[in-house]
């Protein structure tokens, strides 16, 4: 499994509508082929927030950055909404460890 992390510096004042923006847009993904899952985490103090998807395989994350419906994902989304680059990381799910299980 593969984990892509976007890092995410958003405006004090366009949090809300980050994840509601990024909530909506998610919803359109349902039923993608291989995406498995999709976080979003919010730092407790600070305005970073990590949309970390994750994907059945690296062939399954790059057909869809490669897709139509990446670019649809990603359009309009307004740069006053951000107050920095994003950072991208991906990872390589190694282990997943349960409490009682």
Do not use: C, K
Request: aromatic share 10%; glycine share 6%.
């Amino acid at each position: 499994m593969l984990v892509v992390a976007n890092h995410l510096s958003v405006a004090a004042e366009h949090e809300a509508d980050f994840v509601e923006v990024f909530e909506e847009r998610v919803a359109q993904l349902r039923g993608r082929s291989g995406l498995e899952r999709v976080e979003i985490l919010r730092q407790r103090e600070g305005n970073q927030f990590v949309v970390q998807a994750y994907w059945e395989s690296r062939d399954a994350f790059e057909q869809w950055r490669d897709s139509d419906d990446f670019v649809d994902a990603h359009a309009d989304l307004p740069s006053e909404m951000f107050t920095g680059p994003n950072r991208l990381e991906i990872y390589d799910l190694t282990a997943v460890f349960e409490p009682g299980g």
